[in-house]
């Protein structure tokens, strides 16, 4: 069993940057690609931004030069370093882990956390 907890949400104008973080627990030797997720009210979740063992890393179109994914294998722990951010990146993020066609592979998700961007 795997167990994701995400932090470092809050309220930020637009414009700003926060940092978030994932902390994972579990059998943590299963997951090869680790991602970010979000989902904005109304939508459905999609993929922001996976990173894999080789810390070859994917972004979505939306967030490409702004976001930056990165992990600490050591620390089991992944982070999403968020930059210039807009009103349209207003969602709940979440963590898992990625499978190769996009797709989260665990059905049991974290708490997420809340990033609100105001204009």
């Known amino acids: 069993q795997v167990q994701f907890v995400e932090s470092g949400g809050g309220l930020v104008k637009g414009g700003g940057s926060l940092r978030l973080s994932c902390t994972i627990s579990?059998?943590?030797?299963?997951?090869?690609?680790a991602g970010w997720y979000r989902q904005a009210p109304g939508k459905e979740r999609e993929l922001v931004a996976n990173?894999?063992?080789?810390?070859?890393?994917y972004y979505t179109d939306s967030v490409k030069g702004r976001f930056t994914i990165s992990r600490d294998n050591a620390k089991n722990t992944v982070y999403l370093q968020m930059n210039a951010l807009t009103p349209e990146d207003t969602a709940v993020y979440y963590c898992?882990?990625?499978?190769?066609?996009?797709?989260?592979?665990?059905?049991?998700w974290g708490q997420g956390t809340q990033v609100t961007v105001s204009s």
């Open positions: 898992n882990s990625v499978l190769p066609w996009g797709a989260a592979e665990y059905d049991h």
């Open positions: 579990g059998d943590t030797g299963r997951i090869h690609v």
């Open positions: 990173i894999n063992a080789a810390d070859s890393t």
